[in-house]
């Protein structure tokens, strides 16, 4: 069984950092895509970032402000918070996308990351 655990958030205050980290487990296979998720109270889940094998790609709201990277083994994921706003405020969710034996979609159970004013 696939599961994917993510860490890091927290209470911060605006122009603060944070960084948070997904590790998955029980996959044979390596994920050809991991992204990062928030939902905001009230609002639909968005995507933040996602890396694939070569490339990453932002939502623009976060441009220039959050990183995302994967470390050894490839099947972990972070999110390097900078300069975090009040709108930042959020459930941060992992996903890991698996495309080869067969597709396959997974995801954490999420963080909270607050970030006051």
């Known amino acids: 069984q696939v599961q994917l655990e993510e860490s890091g958030g927290g209470l911060v205050q605006a122009g603060e950092s944070l960084r948070l980290s997904c590790v998955t487990s029980g996959s044979k296979y390596s994920f050809d895509a991991m992204s990062w998720y928030r939902q905001a109270p009230g609002k639909e889940r968005e995507l933040v970032a996602t890396?694939?094998?070569?490339?990453?790609n932002y939502a623009d709201s976060v441009k220039g402000r959050f990183t995302i990277s994967r470390r050894p083994p490839m099947n972990t994921v972070n999110l390097q918070m900078n300069s975090l706003k009040p709108e930042d405020t959020a459930v941060y969710y992992c996903?890991?996308?698996?495309?080869?034996?067969?597709?396959?979609?997974?995801w954490g159970k999420g963080t909270q990351v607050t970030v006051s004013s």
């Open positions: 996903n890991a996308e698996q495309r080869v034996p067969f597709r396959a979609n997974y």
């Open positions: 890396i694939t094998r070569g490339s990453t």
